[in-house]
């Protein structure tokens, strides 16, 4: 779904093409994050396809963009929620690999102590406020965490992510319009990736453009190029300044790709869709995007680009390696954090 | 001691806990300028302002979850659903997000809120709005059930509720909100888990919670008139359940009869009596009885509705039947 960037308000239109500004330090980083979320993704799927990992999981395998560009934009005392899809926004926030690997194993390591799982990471240090895995459920408590941040008096911003077909559950409009009325500091990313599971956006949308819906609400929206650092991280910075100093809401919708399927019980393209398209759209691959403008900079070369990719490998074998022999939690731990004090 | 309808010590303890702890704040459909669709929050946004009694859209799914959200990071929501029949529009936010937070993130982040407003039937207001929905909410763990009868219940329970870290479902009687009663002046808590013998006896226990409170103590004193002595334990927490006082009560009288507004289909009385059944099985010399309202939407017809519904005739009468009276 990479396509048109356009920004309007009311009517106006807006041009938000992206102007790279980055030193070669912050290229490099960025690349060493995108390979890290790719390759944490394709280390997880082997580790599924092991039965080391059970239950749902849900890759981020080509929309890698969008969490290093967002993240990139926020300070460490912003809030973040996101879906069930977020084991890249995770990686990108920050989590070590390690304690989001022995999640996924389950194991007592994790960074929910092996009770969340794939769908439920938390890191409440950084926080990163939970992977929440009922379409759309996150939508009210990231606004939640706005208001909250409003009420307190304080400049944080909240930032929620979801699929776009979480755009058309009610948790959705009632969460913007709440935002639009009380001018909260929320921003809204919402991730079009084309399919919600395995309807095309086509069969379950009537209005292709879903950032217009944030117009109901006199809110402000950006449709962004995903698949593209730079492009997400500017837009990003807009709706970051404008939450933090206007306490104002955003919608940014990200149109991006996933190249795999919706979730590990799904084959790569499915019964719904094309592998040519697939194909088609891996040659907007983000990590090739980036590393295509680190190398025209003069920034690196292949043998470079090689050696961070090889780096993110060693770094996402540990990672494995560590939730192998991480313990399972006590059967004790059963009863425990249900409830604050006791059972 | 004040006498205070069970609203305005609804009131009493909202205010109280606002003066006490800036971070509550009560949010819900006509909260503020309306003052309350059953005036609970009289006054309140006069007091304190727009910033803590916020009117919402009618939007119960977004406005719960906005709570949750802000409970995640520190506040202490109070809100305000008008009544329990439309908070099944944020079912998904009370059960998959308050409920479940603190587990899934492995006790990392708590929700310290409050979901409150009346539940139950009123007069011939039909299926969709006469409902009592305890044993929903009441068979999640990470929730707890609160469900005062009383106005002194009412103020003591609610500040308990709203100190409490865990998500409350508070749950008030839709006609208790003017009945009156004794409250006691000032800071006084009610502890949340803790049931409470209403009327004591030696023949036969009557468990009741909520609006049946009232109803079994009319019955006892029915039963009273034919030398009948009944003991009334008041559950006042559904979730979790005070069982301690229901076996000491029942090791008593040996009797039981359980009371409650509900269905009958895995209703709180059925948790009583398996509670009952596989700990003091011995002290019973009967069978327990389940007292409740009939098995069907409520009808507006009133006398199909009077037939529906639980009173002291039919509590009386299940008492009999335990004592082998009837």
Redesign the interface.
């Known amino acids: 779904m990479s396509g048109s960037t356009a920004s309007k308000k009311k009517g106006s239109k807006r041009p938000a093409k992206a102007t790279p500004a980055a030193t070669e330090e912050q290229c490099r980083n960025w690349y060493h994050q995108l390979c890290l979320l790719r390759r944490f993704e394709e280390k997880a799927a082997e580790a599924y396809s092991l039965g080391k990992i059970g239950g749902f999981c849900h890759l981020y395998i080509g929309q890698e963009a969008v969490g290093v560009g967002v993240m990139a934009s926020l300070r460490e005392d912003d ?1 973040i ?1 996101g879906s069930y899809r977020e084991h890249g926004l995770a990686l990108a926030r920050g989590v070590p690999p390690r304690s989001i690997m022995a999640e996924l194993y389950g194991k007592a390591d ?7 799982g794939s769908m ?1 990471l ?3 240090d950084r ?1 990163f ?2 992977g ?3 379409v759309g ?1 996150q ?11 409003k ?2 008096g304080t400049d944080q911003v ?1 930032v929620s992510f979801f699929g776009e077909a979480a755009a058309n559950i ?2 959705f409009h ?2 913007l ?2 935002a639009a ?1 009380w001018k909260l500091p929320a921003v809204y990313i919402l991730e079009n990736n084309g399919y919600g599971m395995g309807t095309a956006i086509a069969r379950a949308t009537a209005s292709m453009d879903l950032f217009h819906r944030a117009y109901s609400y006199d809110m402000e929206a950006e449709a962004v190029d995903g698949q593209d650092v730079f492009a997400v991280k500017d837009a990003m910075e807009r709706a970051v300044e404008r939450a933090r100093t206007k306490s104002e809401p955003t919608l940014l919708e990200m149109r991006t790709y996933r190249y795999v399927g919706h979730s590990m019980s799904d084959a790569a393209h499915g019964t719904y869709r094309t592998k040519d398209e697939v194909e088609e759209y891996r040659k907007r691959d983000p990590l090739v995007i980036m590393a295509a403008f680190m190398k025209k900079q003069g920034m690196t070369d292949d043998d470079g680009l090689k050696a961070i990719d090889d780096e993110v490998k060693t770094e996402v074998q540990d990672a494995m390696d560590y939730a192998d022999q991480s313990p399972d939690p006590p059967l004790e731990a059963l009863y ?6 006791g059972g | 001691m004040l006498t205070l309808t069970y609203r305005d010590a609804l009131n009493e303890a909202l205010r109280e806990e606002m003066q006490r702890d800036d971070r509550v ?1 009560l949010m819900g459909e006509e909260v503020a300028e309306y003052d309350g669709a059953y005036k609970v929050s009289r006054g309140l946004l006069k007091e304190f302002g727009p ?1 803590r009694v916020v009117d ?2 009618i ?1 119960e ?15 202490r ?1 109070v809100i305000e659903v008008m009544t329990w029949n439309f908070a099944l529009l944020a079912i ?2 009370i059960v ?2 308050a409920a479940k ?10 929700v ?1 809120m409050v979901i409150r407003g009346p539940n139950g039937s009123a007069l011939q207001l039909a299926a969709q709005h006469s409902q009592a929905f305890e044993a929903w909410y009441a068979h999640i ?2 929730l ?1 059930v609160v469900m005062p009868a009383t106005p002194a219940d009412a103020k003591g329970l609610l500040k308990s509720a709203i100190r ?3 998500p409350v479902v508070f749950m008030e009687g839709e006609m208790l909100y003017n009945l009156k009663g004794e409250v006691p002046e000032g800071d006084i808590t009610v502890p949340i888990g803790a049931a409470d013998v209403k009327r004591t006896g030696s023949d036969v226990t009557i468990v009741c919670h909520s609006k049946t409170v009232a109803q079994a103590l009319k019955a006892a004193d029915r039963l009273a008139e034919e030398n009948i002595s009944a003991e009334v334990v008041d559950l006042r927490t559904i979730r979790p359940m005070d069982t301690d006082t229901i076996f000491t009560s029942v090791s008593k009288t040996n009797r039981c009869v359980v009371a409650e507004e509900g269905w009958p289909f895995a209703g709180v009385g059925a948790q009583v009596v398996d509670y009952i059944q596989r700990n003091i099985f011995d002290e019973l010399d009967a069978p327990v009885i389940r007292v409740t309202g009939a098995d069907v939407p409520m009808p507006y017809n009133k006398r199909l509705e009077k037939e529906a519904r639980v009173d002291p005739a039919k509590i009386v009468a299940a008492a009999k039947r335990v004592l082998y009276l009837e």
């Open positions: 809030y929620v994790g960074c929910s102590g092996g009770k969340g439920h938390f890191d409440a926080n406020l939970g929440h895995g009922i459920g939508i009210p408590l990231g606004t939640g965490m706005a208001f909250a941040a009420y307190h909240s009610g948790s009632e969460s319009n709440m009325l425990t954090d249900v409830y604050a004090e | 704040f910033k919402t859209p939007a799914l977004g406005f719960t979850g906005l709570g949750v959200g802000a409970a995640m990071v520190g506040l929501p998904d936010q998959n997000s937070m603190r587990y899934m993130s492995g006790g990392q982040v708590g310290p763990p990470g707890k409490d870290d865990d």
